[in-house]
């Protein structure tokens, strides 16, 4: 990653708050005429310039900025806003805005922006007069060929008489969209290649076409110019927002190498500590992490949830499972009290479900936990890894939608809380430890008074460990069950731990999964 892509990593989080994946070798198909300006546009251009790019040698685009924006601080960049009365799509029939970022301080890679009127593409050039800072008299010297770093829509996402940012595209591939009530938190990515490792990949949008939408119309369509030096590619987002916004994405891929670890649909996120976190910092708040787990519904219909954690050194962790269904980063807790932050309002924090919406090949969902030493850093990565990854020369899609969700996903018992703590003393041979782990189940039947909890079940297995007593009782503060067991761990190396409820045959909750990184 170049240092410009690091920069823009790690300052990405604060600056936007201004504001199927079977994969297929199809034959190439011929060129098709790719001028700006041409009529009969349709997302076959978008495809013929990803194509013709890949046939090229990767050109990394030009970061030169004039000094004053290339050393713009955080707040002075902060200070750039778009000038409302020159939103694009204002004069449509729609109810949609566009509008873009300026480039500056880490956001200096240029993209360019067409709006399609019909089918015909019209390129918007740069002016200063789409924007105010206190620096504004700066602005009339710059050149119309500088671009913009990225584009945002509005929508009356809260309220029909105000204008609220309903999705984001700013930096490499990242972008955010919101449901109503929500504030921004974690965010998507367009790919991923080599997420969490050495030598990691940043494929990014270089160019964006807006199709103006009809009279009225509840969703707008926006087309994507993805390149990286391993893959070009062609990305359609259709947004449809709302109390549930979905997005539905479609991706067409060019490699010009073969891939090797590319993730699918990949999500970013922040946990810096929670109430599974033993060694919190001096914080008067509880918790403070914009997702608190890892969703998956795996091919064979199984629910899994993985609390997150803030590991003192990197982890992977991977769910190897064929006809992935779905998977998501969740923020589950929605309570104040969790968090007791009235500006970064963590409660309010969206989250993202991807939902295949069809049958998948093999793969994994990996989860990629990095140390954060600040609640500013994002370190939490979640993708769908496929087994067979795209080939050099050919041509593969995926697909699925993207759901920024406020409710349960499933109707069954799910996992809303767990707890750590010491339950014993060190063996006398000093290589094991017993940990107590308490976890907190709510929803499906566990609320009902007709459960018989002296018939409910905890199944609990450790990977390497062993399991040395349970027990499941009523919690009836939060109308579920409380479940415990001991767990008898090696002082040093990791565990996998997972856990369920179960009444006979039945089973009652999803699959609550675990990483725990060794007693210390």
Request: glycine share 10%; net charge neutral; with cysteine.
């Amino acid at each position: 990653m170049s240092s410009e892509e690091q920069s823009e990593l790690m300052s990405r989080r604060g600056v936007l708050q201004l504001a199927g994946a079977s994969l297929v070798a199809i034959t190439s198909i011929g060129a098709v005429d790719v001028r700006q300006g041409a009529n009969d546009f349709s997302v076959d251009v978008v495809k013929a310039k990803a194509r013709a790019l890949s046939r090229e040698k990767h050109v990394p685009p030009s970061f030169d900025l004039p000094s004053w924006l290339d050393h713009l601080n955080y707040d002075e960049y902060r200070s750039i806003r778009f000038v409302t009365d020159q939103s694009l799509l204002a004069d449509g029939p729609s109810r949609f805005r566009l509008q873009m970022f300026h480039r500056g301080s880490v956001f200096k890679r240029r993209v360019d922006v067409n709006v399609v009127k019909g089918t015909i593409v019209q390129p918007v050039a740069y002016s200063p007069t789409y924007f105010k800072s206190n620096q504004v008299d700066k602005f009339a010297s710059l050149p119309s060929s500088i671009g913009f770093a990225g584009i945002r829509i509005l929508w009356p996402l809260n309220s029909d008489t105000k204008f609220d940012e309903v999705i984001s595209f700013l930096g490499a591939s990242y972008f955010r969209f919101l449901s109503r009530g929500q504030q921004y938190g974690l965010s998507a990515r367009g790919l991923s290649i080599g997420s969490g490792l050495p030598g990691e990949e940043f494929p990014y949008f270089r160019e964006f076409w807006i199709r103006e939408p009809a009279f009225d119309a509840d969703a707008i369509a926006i087309y994507a110019l993805l390149d990286s030096p391993s893959v070009t590619g062609c990305f359609e987002f259709e947004l449809a927002p709302g109390t549930a916004t979905q997005l539905h994405v479609r991706a067409t891929l060019y490699p010009r190498r073969n891939l090797s670890g590319m993730g699918v649909a990949p999500l970013t996120s922040m946990f810096f500590f929670g109430e599974n976190t033993l060694r919190k910092p001096r914080d008067f708040r509880p918790e403070v992490h914009d997702s608190d787990g890892l969703a998956i519904h795996s091919g064979s219909g199984e629910w899994i949830w993985r609390p997150l954690r803030n590991p003192p050194s990197s982890s992977m962790s991977s769910y190897v499972d064929s006809g992935t269904q779905g998977f998501g980063l969740l923020q589950r807790d929605r309570v104040f009290r969790s968090y007791e932050d009235l500006e970064a309002r963590y409660h309010a924090r969206p989250s993202y479900w991807v939902d295949f919406g069809h049958a998948l090949g093999s793969g994994r969902v990996v989860l990629t936990e990095l140390h954060a030493r600040k609640e500013s850093e994002d370190n939490i990565v979640a993708c769908w890894v496929p087994d067979e990854q795209p080939a050099a020369g050919g041509e593969s899609h995926f697909s699925y939608s993207l759901i920024s969700a406020v409710g349960p996903l499933h109707g069954g018992g799910r996992s809303v809380g767990t707890f750590e703590s010491k339950a014993g003393v060190a063996t006398a041979k000093g290589r094991e430890q017993t940990i107590r782990f308490i976890l907190d189940f709510r929803g499906g039947a566990l609320g009902s008074k007709n459960l018989d909890v002296a018939n409910v079940k905890l199944v609990a297995w450790a990977s390497d460990g062993q399991v040395i007593r349970s027990s499941v009782q009523r919690n009836p503060e939060i109308a579920g069950i409380r479940a415990s067991f001991d767990v008898e761990l090696p002082m040093v190396g990791g565990t996998e731990l997972r856990a369920f409820l179960r009444s006979g045959k039945d089973v009652l909750t999803e699959t609550w999964s675990y990483r725990h990184d060794g007693v210390d």
